[in-house]
């Protein structure tokens, strides 16, 4: 890729996630591009949507939590919180543009079907959940587990527990990986477990 045009790509999702931080509107590309400070048609050159723009973003975010988490040495537990934490904190320093835009379709489904910014962070966590889940003497539930850590590490729900309620981010990260471990009991213990919600991509 060209050096300009990776440059304006680069501008393009900066300027992205700075309008998602602090819009209450629907954003457009002409919005993001006037904020990048490049045409309307190199804008649409790079991205073909507004939600584009945003899960490439997210699929960033997601590389460092991957890249941070292939580093982490120790049991799956040990690992499963230190990963959930830098999950938090990168959530504090850039996951504010990650709240706005929500999708109608479920996370697993999504996700199944290779979305690329789910499936980063899906892989930052697995193994991780899978050792976690041995630990505890519980089955493999697959991507189950994911799914309820998507649920509880929501970036929303972190800035509503630091915000709203007043948690510290280390205070989030303890009770929500004490709920998690709960969440991986029952899911693995309930008597409708399934082959179906077990497949992992």
Known sequence: ?????????????????????????????????????????????????????????????????????????????QRLEKISRYWIKLVRERGAA???????????????????YLLVQANAVRPALRDAMDEMDLPDIGDKAVFLWNILFDPREIFDLIDTVGLSEK????????????????FATANDFSSETHRVK
């Open 1 to 77: 890729m060209r050096s300009d045009t990776e440059r304006n790509r680069k501008n393009l999702i900066q300027a992205a996630a700075r309008l998602f931080e602090i819009s209450e509107t629907p954003l457009s590309m002409t919005d993001i591009a006037t904020e990048a400070g490049v045409s309307v048609a190199t804008a649409y050159r790079q991205f073909t949507s507004v939600e584009e723009v945003l899960n490439t973003y997210r699929h960033d975010v997601g590389l460092l939590l991957l890249e941070y988490s292939q580093k982490q040495t120790g049991s799956g537990l």
């Open 98 to 116: 990650m709240v706005p835009m929500r999708n109608r379709r479920g996370y697993l489904e999504r996700l199944w079907e290779g979305a690329e």
């Open 171 to 186: 205070q989030v990260g303890t009770q929500l990986m004490s709920v998690l471990a709960g969440g991986l009991r029952g």
